[in-house]
C-alpha cells in the first residue's frame, strides 16, 4: 500500500508542478462529463461521467483531474492484487505491485485522464469477479461480473476482448458451468443494463464503432497486413512490459539466463492452462492477436493499457517462485525497479522541463489554458453582459475555454450536431456565444453573425513564444433569434 500511495502521490504532484493545461484528452473528457450523454462520437461515456463526478465533488482544479488519473490506475491494480494475494501469497502480491508501477501505460502516459484511465478499473474488476464466479459458482458472482462486464463496455468496447477470453476459457476448461444458470445469469444482467446505450448506439449509426475502425485501418488491407499487423501489436505489448522483464532478467542473473528458461517456461505454460486468472492475463493477449490477423487491422498499443497492468501479476508469480531458488534474487530485483522506476520518472519530468528548449512548437500541457480562456473572456465582456453559456470551437483551444472559463460552459464542437447533439440549437442561438477555433470564422457560424474575429496568440508561460506557435481566432457569435437578434451585414 506504501508503493502505491508513493506513486499517487509523485504522479499527481509532478503534472500539477509542471502542467499549465490539461492534456487534449482530459479536456476532451471534462466536456463531454459536463453533457452527460448515454454515449459520444468517439467512445462510450462512462469515463466522462466519473470525472464529472470527481469535479462536482472536489472542485474544478487541474490536480484533481491528474489525481483522478493516479485513482483509476490504483483502482485497476487493486482486485490484481487481491486475487494474486489469495492464490499466490504476500510475495507476489509484493512483486506485482512493483512490477506494475514499470511501464509507460501506468507511469509516462498515466498523467492524461482519457477513455483509457477511466476505463481501467472496470478491466481489473471484470477479471476479479469473472474468477471469484468461475469459482464459487454463485448466482451473486456472476450477477456482478454480469454488471461489472457492462460497466466495462460503457467504458471503453474492448471490454469485449475479455468477455471473448472468458467465454473461451469457459468453453475449453470449464463447460459444466453451461448446464448451471450462473452465466445466463450473468448475461442477463449484462444485457439489461447495457441496454440504454445500445437504444442510443443505434441512434447513432454506430459512431463509436465507426470511429474504431477507422482508427484501425481495417479496410482495403493488403494480405500481407494479416500477419504484419499482430506481430507488430505483440511486439508494441511486449515493448510497453519491457521494463518489468527487463527487472526480471536482472534478478535472474546472466548465469541463470544462459542455461534457459525452457522447463521454466514449460511449467509456466501449465500454469497458465490450469488457472483462470493467469488465463485472463495472458488470454486477451492472443484474442486481440487473432482479432488483428483476421482483420489485418493496425490495432493501436493504448487499447491493451488494462493487459499490461495485469500482466505484472504474471510477472509477481514467477518472481516469488524466483525468489526461492535464488537468495539474492530480490536484492537484484529491487536494485533493478529502482533504477528503471527512477528513469521512467526522469524521462517524465525531462519532457516537462526541456522540451520547450528543444521543440518549436509548445507541447499540449505547456500552453496557458487560463490565459486562453481569460482572453476569450474580455473579448466576449466588450461586446456583452452575461457570462457566455456556449463555446463553440474545435476540441483543443474551444475546450480548453470551455473548462478553463468563469463559468463552465457547454462546447459546441465544430458547430456539428453529429459530434455535439446535446446542443439545443434555439437556446444556443437565442443567447449567442463564444468562438475559439484555429480556423477564420465565416460571416456565419452556426446561424449567428461573427462579430469582431480578432487572431490571437496562444497564451505560453513565462510569455515564452515558439517558431510555431499557435494562433487562435476569437469572435463574438451574436444571437440570430430574441430580443437580442442581430442581423448580418448584407442580408
Known amino acids: 500500500m506504501v508503493i502505491l500511495a508513493m506513486h499517487l502521490v509523485i504522479y499527481t504532484v509532478i503534472p500539477s508542478m509542471f502542467a499549465s493545461n490539461l492534456p487534449l484528452d482530459a479536456i476532451e473528457s471534462l466536456y463531454w462529463g ?12 462512462i469515463s466522462a461521467w466519473m470525472i464529472d463526478i470527481i469535479v462536482q465533488l472536489f472542485g474544478r482544479s487541474d490536480w484533481i483531474v491528474f489525481a483522478a488519473s493516479q485513482l483509476c490506475t490504483l483502482l485497476a491494480v487493486l482486485p490484481v492484487l487481491l486475487i494474486v494475494g489469495e492464490r499466490y501469497g504476500a510475495k507476489a502480491v509484493g512483486y506485482s505491485t512493483l512490477a506494475v508501477f514499470l511501464t509507460h501505460f501506468t507511469t509516462l502516459t498515466s498523467v492524461e485522464y482519457n477513455v483509457n484511465m477511466g476505463f481501467l478499473p472496470f478491466w481489473g474488476w471484470m477479471v476479479f469477479t469473472f474468477v471469484k464466479a468461475e469459482e ?14 457492462a460497466g466495462g463496455i ?12 472468458a467465454t473461451l476459457w469457459v468453453l475449453l476448461k470449464r463447460r459444466d458451468l453451461l448446464l448451471r444458470p450462473g452465466p445466463y445469469f450473468a448475461a442477463a444482467i449484462f444485457l439489461l ?77 501449465g500454469r497458465v492452462w490450469s488457472d483462470p486468472f493467469l488465463f485472463a492475463v495472458v488470454g486477451p493477449v492472443g484474442v486481440i492477436a487473432v482479432i488483428s490477423l483476421l482483420l489485418g487491422a493496425d490495432i493501436k498499443t493504448a487499447w491493451s493499457i488494462p493487459l499490461g497492468i495485469v500482466f505484472a501479476s504474471l510477472v509477481g508469480v514467477v518472481a516469488s517462485s524466483l525468489e526461492q531458488e535464488n537468495t539474492s534474487f530480490k536484492e537484484r530485483f529491487l536494485s533493478a525497479w529502482a533504477v528503471l522506476y527512477g528513469i521512467l520518472l526522469i524521462v517524465l519530468i525531462g519532457i516537462f522541463v526541456l522540451s ?44 480548453t475555454v470551455a473548462w478553463y472559463g468563469a463559468h463552465r460552459s457547454s462546447l459546441f464542437e465544430k458547430a456539428d450536431l453529429k459530434i455535439a447533439p446535446w446542443v439545443d440549437v434555439e437556446d444556443l442561438q437565442s443567447k449567442g ?40 481566432w476569437i469572435a463574438v457569435l451574436k444571437p440570430a433569434t430574441g430580443p437580442n437578434a442581430v442581423t448580418c451585414e448584407g442580408e
Open 136 to 149: 464459487k459458482d454463485s448466482l451473486l458472482w456472476w450477477g456482478l461480473f454480469g454488471l461489472i462486464s
Open 34 to 45: 459536463n453533457e452527460w450523454q448515454l454515449g459520444y462520437y468517439k467512445h462510450p461515456p
Open 193 to 269: 443494463a447495457l441496454t440504454p446505450h445500445l437504444i442510443w448506439l443505434v441512434n447513432s449509426d454506430f459512431l463509436p464503432i465507426e470511429y474504431a475502425m477507422n482508427r484501425s485501418e481495417s479496410e482495403g488491407t493488403a494480405w500481407y497486413q494479416h500477419l504484419l499487423m499482430p506481430l507488430k501489436y505483440l511486439v508494441e505489448f511486449i515493448y510497453s512490459v519491457g521494463p518489468m522483464l527487463l527487472a526480471l532478467a536482472i534478478a535472474v542473473s546472466w548465469v541463470r539466463l544462459k542455461t534457459g528458461f525452457g522447463p521454466g517456461l514449460k511449467t509456466l505454460a
Open 356 to 399: 520547450p528548449f528543444v521543440k518549436n512548437k509548445p507541447a499540449r500541457m505547456q500552453h496557458d489554458g487560463p490565459a486562453l480562456a481569460r482572453l476569450a473572456e474580455e473579448h466576449w465582456s466588450r461586446h456583452e453582459t452575461e457570462p457566455f453559456e456556449y463555446t463553440v470551437g474545435s476540441r483543443w483551444p474551444g475546450g
Open 154 to 165: 460503457y467504458g471503453k468496447y474492448i471490454a469485449g476482448v475479455f468477455l471473448m477470453s
Open 433 to 472: 456565444a463564444i468562438y475559439v477555433d484555429y480556423r477564420d470564422p465565416k460571416i456565419k457560424v452556426a446561424g449567428m453573425c461573427v462579430t469582431d474575429p480578432q487572431k490571437v496568440l496562444w497564451p505560453m508561460p513565462n510569455e515564452r513564444t515558439y517558431k510555431k506557435h499557435p494562433e487562435i
